[in-house]
């Protein structure tokens, strides 16, 4: 029987000094990768507020 221990795995990261990318470029990278599907939900979101907001305005006149 082998009585040495057995050595741990350490895991491996690469050693670069690159932050990580912040949350709004990784948001733009996925909006220019996916395209046509991106601008049709920014338009749909853009109508939904401008409607809430013009509905809001006008209930509380």
Same mark, same amino acid.
């Given at each position: 029987? $082998?009585?040495? #221990?057995t050595p741990? &795995?350490?895991?491996t990261t #690469?050693? =670069?000094n690159e932050p *990580? &990318? +912040?949350y709004v *470029?990784?948001?733009?990278? $996925?909006?220019v990768r996916k395209g046509q599907k991106s601008? =049709?939900?920014f338009t749909i =979101?853009?109508?939904g507020l401008l409607a809430f907001f013009i509905g809001v +305005?006008?209930?509380t006149r």
């Open positions: 029987m $082998n009585d040495s #221990p741990t &795995p350490t895991p #690469p050693a =670069t *990580k &990318p +912040s *470029k990784l948001a733009m990278r $996925n909006m601008a =049709t939900h =979101t853009a109508v +305005s006008y209930l």
